[in-house]
């Protein structure tokens, strides 16, 4: 089973480039319109999948190759984004950023190849002018099996910067899909575990998804960005679907002898030095253990040999 959901995922050369800001004002531009939009996070992170859904009003899903395995991903992928008209995935950390030791393992690129998505680069234009067009020529060459297919630039200080690096770019033959200027009003708290979540910051955070919403709307090329979307490839993938829940059978015990609910049986050994001697009134001293079905009173005392 194929699924053509037009789909790309937005990466950056490194943490705090802004890769969120872009890729929820993505998604919130584009559900403005009437798109459905499939959101998704690559990686465990659930703190952005948050954000995602408050742009979209569809759950983020995470689409993590090291937990789920490299062979779950495209399933999982399908699953959520059936019936979408638009997904987007947004990526973590740096582009070839994945498991420590494993090489490209769970990192952005490497689901991007998984899921035969096209990947747009936001870069945090900051602090430099024609080097940036070394540093995403370095991100386009590096593995050819990943399709760097436009960058977003972030942070441009003023149209003249915007010039410079757009110029720059051509060199290179990278095409740019949008320019965002450094707005404070879309700036999402940070600390130690990454972003705050959505649930703590309430209408804040619905002001945040709307400013970053109007900021991409007005500086990116959303027709451009949505035809690239259109290019990713069929993806050949059975859409993830839950085991069905078995349900547990209670078993019943039942007693060896049948009418009858308990039974005499040694349960524990008697204090007595001798408890099969037969007593003085000629008959063996009983044993009495309850079985399982037993429903007599607990208060009950096992007879003593006489």
């Not at 420590?100 to 430099?128: F, I, R």
């Not at 099996?145 to 942070?155: D, S």
């Not at 259109?230 to 859409?239: F, H, I, M, Y």
């Amino acid at each position: 089973m194929t699924t053509d959901v037009p789909r790309l995922v937005v990466a950056a050369p490194a943490s705090g480039s802004g890769k969120t800001t872009v890729a929820t004002g993505l998604m919130a531009a584009f559900a403005e319109r009437g798109l459905a939009v499939s959101p998704h996070k690559v990686g465990p992170d659930y703190i952005d999948p948050g954000y995602h859904a408050l742009a979209t009003g569809r759950p983020g899903r995470n689409l993590d190759a090291y937990m789920c395995g490299p062979e779950l991903v495209a399933p999982l992928f399908a699953h959520g984004a059936a019936g979408c008209e638009l997904a987007v995935v947004e990526g973590v950390m740096g582009l070839f950023d994945g498991v420590s030791g494993e090489g490209e393992l769970a990192s952005t690129a490497h689901v991007a190849k998984l899921l035969k998505a096209p990947v747009v680069l936001v870069v945090d234009a900051s602090s430099q002018s024609r080097s940036v067009a070394a540093l995403v020529h370095g991100f386009a060459s590096f593995d050819p099996q990943v399709r760097l297919a436009g960058v977003i630039l972030n942070k441009v200080g003023s149209e003249r910067h915007e010039q410079v690096l757009r110029e720059a770019l051509e060199e290179v033959g990278v095409p740019v899909f949008g320019s965002l200027r450094r707005t404070p009003q879309v700036a999402t708290p940070s600390r130690h575990l990454g972003l705050v979540p959505v649930a703590e910051r309430s209408a804040e955070a619905v002001d945040s998804v709307r400013a970053a919403a109007a900021m991409v709307r007005e500086g990116c090329d959303l027709e451009g960005l949505l035809a690239l979307a259109r290019t990713a490839p069929p993806l050949d993938a059975q859409p993830w679907a839950p085991a069905p829940r078995r349900r547990k059978r209670r078993r019943r015990c039942r007693s060896p002898r049948r009418g009858r609910s308990w039974r005499w049986r040694a349960a524990r050994p008697s204090p007595s030095p001798t408890p099969n001697t037969p007593s003085s009134c000629g008959r063996r001293a009983p044993r009495w253990s309850p079985s399982t079905r037993c429903t007599t009173n607990s208060s009950r005392k096992a007879p003593r040999p006489w």
